[in-house]
């Protein structure tokens, strides 16, 4: 009998294994599994959640980039809010002022936060000082034109108009009236935050971070009050592209703080009017995305794309210390234009998962850290006042990161590929020339302290002339030359009278 | 003397009405001069002292203005008598130059509009250009003579104050603005 | 009986500066025709205007102070509220009859409503211009009739948009004249037209096709015609946010004949 249920036991295992392999290559998924990934919150249909309970509250409104607390809430309520638009004229950059359009005040505009089934009172202040009438279209809003046809408000005088929030999400709200692109291109937008019905999860740290591009008739950095350039709109030839409305928004004393083994959730929008965002974190993965700002998450995401009118939000977890950079990873718009920001942890060092040096001596070559000598010196000369030494301290922070690449921070070069800068011959028997060099460039065999190079420097184009004269002083006072200054009158004239080479940027 | 003066004043109470101020708020204010279909002249504040239902139209108008007839019908049924005996009706015409008091006659005659309280009048095109600023209507002419303009009904007090503004238009009432019709009826005396 | 005196001292006052403004301070402008910035969907696309004369500059505070003066009634503790917001209404000025050290006599009128400003026009015997009359002059500059192609001539007027409106303002007659003898059509205030309630753009910009009959009685609201026009498209869009009792720190008005 024995012998007999072994070989049966055995032709009956392998026909189940062969039953189980053929089930397998036929078989579909699980249609209860393909469910549970596909469920829905059942947007603006399921999102009345009935009449508004309890008292009016009033709403925080915050300042970018601070982010106003959970509302806590587990009904709907009337949330009433409040919101001023004002004509502001504030810094774009250093030395650079522009006639901005806001919403309360700032660029982006005060970030409001509520929760789905809330019932909104909107009023919008337009103030008497405005030279423009403004409205505002929330895309949180289902009505007409997201509220804005119900909030044309003239200088002076207040709208009114009520909706409730149906759907959850991180909306982005703007400016409408005609020329649509003009007012969004001067700063009016912002975020409104729609809370889920059971809140967001709990993090340590929340911040507001809002992308935008501008147009001004100058050039980037070009100092003084710029006006908006309708062309360069038109072709989307953006002059700055920034976060939060100005290029130190979030460097310096003004970057982002954390610490490590802070768990950071950024609330990210991108006002436009016209370029899309590749936001990126240097030194962090976003653990989870939810991408466009809706209500499913991504997860371990280096890079994510936010649209104009459109948001995300971010999470990390915060594990060394440091300093990550925050940018759109479309480059040039980082380096030239001014899409760079900085977050900084503080805590203990973890060297198992990181044991190199701080981020941003590398990649920054201190252009934010020691941008104080730079505005020192930009208000000096504006005032007429500007010392040799207030030159010298600017162009050695300016050194640092553009020209100390090659030509090294001690001013050595490197043989037999870039010139040395210290105690020069070639550098002291000219002073027109070396600022024709550092204006157009130069190529072809040159000698310096008895040695030959042959080598290519490219014209400094995203450098002026302030700049340009500063850097120029600070190395002729440097490392053994003679001394001197130059000043930017005389830059003018040299780039004035010269010809840059073909393909140079100007 | 002043005292005397200030007694028999108040006793002849119409001239009472007629010699305080009309408020600060009041359309009436308009010095505009008005006809009407039947080719009488008058100003707003000779229509002092009752609640109205404004709006401005065009006779020739062939798409909403028979719609604000038909909406001034609509609620003048939904009245009781009494109240209907206090309402008054004001439709404004945009184009004097085609509406003139004949026109307006014929029109008031076809529609079986209640001459008693029914009043459909013409201006000169600076009194319309006012009365359209007064009462917030929009409008432009266009080049075949037409108008393009908002439209609703406006519902006055009796010192000719805004109460509040329609522009469900229709045979049967908008039901917020026939409430304050209501209301401002029973306010009124 | 002091103040008849007084009343009878101004009038030969206002007389002699209405007269003498009012004849030197209107200008021809011959008839002609062009294009809108805005699409009117009746019509070929042209718009004529016939001959008329157009002030050389915005009215001035001195001049609509005279006014004031003569007709009291308009007065900004007088006039009444359904003709001028109450709290907007000449509220710069120190006291309803007093312009005060903050405000330059030769300064463009600002803070004036529509019924205001039309009865400025109409004790001049004059009227406010047409949004038409207004397009038409202000398209030109120094030189040329109409120069809104010219990417310099709009970059300038945007100049002037950039700025804040808490800045002091210019006074009247200091920018050049364009090729008619008109000055300050651009650069300095808004200004009233006479037919600002034809102005039916929507709220909301992008609802430049909307077809709402029952709003409109007829087709859709005005839509922009050349969308790269920003200066009039701004003119336009400012023109109707306002209701005729409205008045802002940046708007002021001239008459037309």
Known sequence: MKRLTYPLLIAFAAGVLTLAIARDKTSTPDSHELGAAMVDTGGSAAGDFGPPQGEPIQAILTSPPNVPPPTGRHAPAKVIVNLEVREVEKEISEGVKYTFWTFGGTVPGSFIRIRQGDTVEFHLNNHPDSKMPHNIDLHAVTGPGGGAASSFTAPGHSSQFTFKALNAGLFVYHCATAPVGMHVANGMYGLILVEPPQGLPKVDREYYVMQGDFYTVGKYREKGLQAFDMQKAIEENATYVLFNGSEGSLLGDNALKANVGDKIRLFVGNGGPNLASSFHVIGEIFDKVWFEGGSKYQENVQTTMVPPGGSAIVEFHSEVPGTSVIVDHALFRAFNKGALGMMKFTGPDNLAVYSGKEIDSVYLGDKAVSSAPVAAAASAAASGSLTLDQQVKAGGALFNGTCSTCHQANGAGLPNVFPPLAKSDFLAADKQRAIGIVVNGRTGPITVNGADFNSVMPPMSQLNDDEIAHILTFVLNSWGNPGGKVSAEEVAKVRASTTPPPGAAH | ?189 | MRRLLLTLLLVPTVAQAGGGVRDAGYVRIPAGEYKSALRYEDGDGRTKVAAFSLMKRPVTNAEFLAFVRAYPEWRRDRAPSVFAEPGHYLSHWRSPVDLGPANLPLQPVTQVSWFAATAYCEAQGARLPTWAEWEYVAAADETRRDARSDPAWRERILGWYSKPANVAMSPVGKGPSNVYGVQDMHGLVWEWAEDYAAMMVSGDNREQKADDRLKFCGAGAIAMDDRENYAVLMRVAMLSSLEADDSTSSLGFRCAR
């Open chain 2, 1 to 189: 003397m002043k005292s005397l003066l200030a007694t028999a004043m108040l006793m002849l109470s119409g001239a009472v009405a007629a010699a305080t101020p009309l408020p600060a708020t009041s359309v009436l204010q308009l010095s505009s001069r008005f006809t009407d279909q039947d080719g009488k002249s008058f100003v707003l504040s000779d229509r002092r002292g009752h609640v109205q239902v404004v709006s401005m139209f065009y006779s020739s108008c062939k798409f909403v203005c028979p719609l604000l007839i038909d909406s001034g019908l609509g609620l003048d049924k939904a009245l009781t008598a009494a109240e209907r005996a206090k309402l008054r009706v004001l439709l404004i015409s945009l184009d004097p130059a085609r509406d003139t008091t004949a026109a307006l006659n014929a029109l008031a005659t076809k529609r079986k509009l209640d001459r008693t309280r029914w009043t459909l009048a013409r201006t000169d095109k600076d009194g319309v250009r006012k009365t359209a600023a007064l009462l917030d209507v929009r409008y432009r002419q266009l080049a075949d003579g037409e108008f393009n303009h908002t439209s609703g009904l406006i519902l006055l007090d009796s010192e000719g104050r805004i109460l509040t503004r329609t522009e469900k238009l229709g045979a049967t009432p908008d039901p917020a603005f026939l409430a304050a019709v209501r209301k401002a009826l029973k306010a009124s005396k």
